[in-house]
């Protein structure tokens, strides 16, 4: 599977594992110029922006070792995008969803809850 695939592919099964949990889907890929979020969901009081890092395997490390800094800046920028473009009012929370989908196998996935928060 192509990495492309492999990454929409992770973000669906996300999604599905979120709703499963209670929350309401908002955005899947929401875009504002460069910004990009995979997943925009609602958990009570919360605006949940879910960064989702899909492997193949654990090989060179765990997904959410891939959410760098350089990462969730990028995605606290485009949440604050999304909330000044929005009529939200809800508290927003970063999450990271870790898929490893391996052939033949059952899809394994990590939610991450309040994986980081925002700084200065």
Do not use: Q
């Not at 599977?1 to 996300?14: F, P, R, T, V």
């Not at 594992?17 to 910004?35: H, Q």
């Not at 995008?81 to 394994?108: G, H, M, Q, Y």
């Amino acid at each position: 599977m192509e990495h492309i695939e492999l990454g929409k592919k992770g973000e669906s099964i996300a999604k599905e594992f979120l709703e499963k949990k209670g929350m309401i889907f908002y955005a899947m890929n929401w875009r504002y110029d460069r910004y990009e979020v995979d997943l925009i969901m609602r958990s009570g009081e919360y605006l949940v922006f879910v960064e989702v890092k899909t492997r193949s395997s654990e090989e060179y490390g765990s997904p959410e070792e891939a959410v760098r800094y350089d990462k969730r800046r990028n995605l606290i920028k485009a949440a604050h995008l999304f909330l000044v473009t929005s009529d939200l009012d809800l508290e927003p929370r970063f999450d990271i969803v870790a898929v490893i989908e391996k052939k033949n196998a059952p899809s394994k996935v990590i939610h991450f809850e309040e994986a980081f928060v925002p700084f200065a």
